[in-house]
């Protein structure tokens, strides 16, 4: 009997991150440890947006692969928001659009459309307010899902209380924040106010999961360690030749024709 399949589309807040990347960690990293009896299928890749993700094949692959009963959760934002190099989307014109071809291609194969809204950016000004850099991309995928009957988790709402909440310096636990020397994949030291670390990451899963339990999205087999502590030593990280081999070999449709013909 074939097992449920959780399928991510998505950018670097969702992918999984090969071993010369630790400690920064994407939240899709960590689904597995609270999922049982399904497969999550990572294919989320850093740097995409919902419009290149798209086009060069990556939705394909997985539409090529998804099953009837299956999930896509879909994930994008941070790149959306960037001006330039064929990757912007506007937030109730394309972006919509993009997203539709996701819902859409998932239930034209009987598989379930999910969408999650990006966990926010570290930002504070000079008086420790948080600012919200994302703007209005959540609403517009809050939107799309309303009128589309998508289930909605939104990601970007709750980690605003949790950033608000640990503040300036609590944050930096949870983003990735070295200082020089501490990671030897960082020895100059990191500041990153968009990527994650185990902690950040790992409670972002958690709370993803938590609310597809509570969304009926699976039944309650499916669940586990939703209560648990997860120490960040749970946290698997990919080969970087095998992670490279994802990358290259996780594209359908005319893109991977092309790439075939190119090689």
Same mark, same amino acid.
């Given at each position: ?76 934002? %941070?790149?959306?928001?960037?001006? /330039?190099?064929? !990757?912007?989307?506007? @937030?109730? #014109?394309?972006?919509?659009? =993009? &997203? ?54 939104? %990601?970007?709402?709750?980690?605003? /209380?949790?950033? !608000?909440?640990?503040? @300036?310096? #609590?944050?930096?636990?949870? =983003? &990735? ?87």
């Amino acid at each position: 009997m074939r097992h449920t399949r959780i399928f991510l589309a998505g950018d670097s807040s969702v992918t999984s991150r090969q071993r010369s990347m630790a400690p920064m960690v994407g939240w899709g990293q960590a689904l597995q440890l609270f999922i049982q009896g399904a497969e999550v299928v990572n294919a989320a890749r850093a740097g995409s947006s919902s419009r290149s993700f798209l086009e060069r094949g990556r939705l394909d692959w997985i539409l090529e692969n998804i099953a009837p009963g299956d999930l896509l959760l879909v994930s994008f934002g %941070l790149i959306d928001m960037k001006p /330039g190099d064929g !990757r912007f989307t506007e @937030p109730f #014109g394309d972006y919509q659009w =993009f &997203l539709r071809q996701y819902a859409h291609g998932a239930r034209d194969r009987g598989a379930h459309p999910v969408f999650v809204t990006s966990h926010e950016r570290r930002v504070f000004d000079d008086h420790g307010n948080m600012r919200r850099p994302l703007g209005l991309y959540p609403t517009a995928m809050r939107e799309l899902a309303m009128s589309l009957s998508v289930p909605l988790i939104d %990601l970007n709402e709750w980690s605003v /209380g949790w950033w !608000r909440q640990a503040g @300036p310096e #609590g944050t930096k636990e949870l =983003f &990735l924040y070295l200082e020089p020397g501490e990671h030897p994949n960082y020895p100059d030291g990191v500041a990153d106010n968009t990527h994650l670390r185990g902690h950040g990451a790992t409670e972002c899963a958690r709370f993803v999961a938590d609310d597809m339990r509570a969304k009926g999205l699976l039944t309650q087999q499916f669940f586990r360690n939703l209560d648990a502590r997860i120490p960040e030593s749970a946290l698997e990280f990919l080969d970087d030749h095998v992670f490279e081999e994802l990358t290259r070999s996780r594209v359908g449709g005319r893109a991977a024709a092309m790439s075939g013909a190119v090689s």
